[in-house]
């Protein structure tokens, strides 16, 4: 073999070496499960527990959210916020329902069931499959998202925060009382980055704190399909 095709060789396991690696850098495509539920709603326990069989699955980034709007049952819930109530208000008019409920799954922001019956949320993970947009990475304090097609021309980029894990929450009034409640990757903040036009972009990722996980979601506007998730 001559000199020069021993260079073309060597140069293109290189360039094969340095693909395969940067193939496994790449995050691979997530199936985002979002539970919204209430620590004063008595339908939400065996959801959350549902949650929790599921969240250690590989691919799936599964999250809970607390809504507020049942607090005036006589326990305020301690994870819950307003913002995360409005983000499952802006997910009802697409999913056909007239208004939030608890609890409720929603899938890559394309399908919802309640979640409570037991193998519910598995069975509309199997047939959502992952999210299938654009190429998003998570890596020292930068996401970088690839070009692609943003529908309707942009999307948003969502920060999101939260308890890797399961916590128990006593709860001494209202449906539950009496009741320690277990709860799965509790979302703690959810803050808009910036938006994605189908350009390839860069954003800086501020640190998170408390020990909190960081995950990132590329989202068609108003409640729309999730088009790539990330996580660390």
């Known amino acids: 073999m001559s000199r020069s095709c021993k260079s073309i060789v ?6 094969l070496a340095l693909a395969v690696s940067l193939g496994a850098a790449q995050a691979q495509p997530l199936t985002v499960v979002e539970l919204f539920t209430s620590q004063g709603c008595s339908s939400c326990p065996p959801a959350n527990a549902n949650l929790i069989k599921v969240k250690d699955q590989p691919d799936v980034l599964a999250l809970s959210f607390n809504v507020t709007y049942w607090d005036y049952l006589g326990w305020k819930d301690t994870f819950g916020r307003q913002e995360f109530t409005q983000r499952q208000v802006n997910y009802e008019p697409p999913l056909g329902h007239d208004g939030p409920f608890t609890p409720q799954v929603v899938v890559n922001g394309r399908a919802d069931v309640v979640g409570a019956a037991p193998g519910e949320i598995q069975h509309l993970i199997s047939s959502a499959g992952h999210t299938s947009g654009p190429s998003l990475s998570l890596d020292s304090g930068k996401i ?3 070009a692609g097609s943003a529908p309707g021309g942009r999307a948003d980029v969502w920060l999101v925060r939260y308890a890797k894990g399961v916590v128990e929450v006593p709860v001494a009034r209202g449906e539950n009382t009496g009741r320690t409640l277990p709860h799965a990757n509790v979302v703690h903040s959810l803050e808009k980055l910036g938006s ?6 860069a954003l800086d990722v ?3 704190s408390d020990g909190l996980s960081t995950a990132v979601l590329v989202q068609s506007p108003g409640g729309g399909p999730i088009l790539a998730a990330a996580t660390n």
């Open 206 to 208: 501020p640190a998170a």
């Open 144 to 146: 970088s998202i690839g």
């Open 10 to 15: 060597v140069s293109s396991l290189g360039a």
């Open 196 to 201: 994605w036009t189908g350009d390839a972009t």
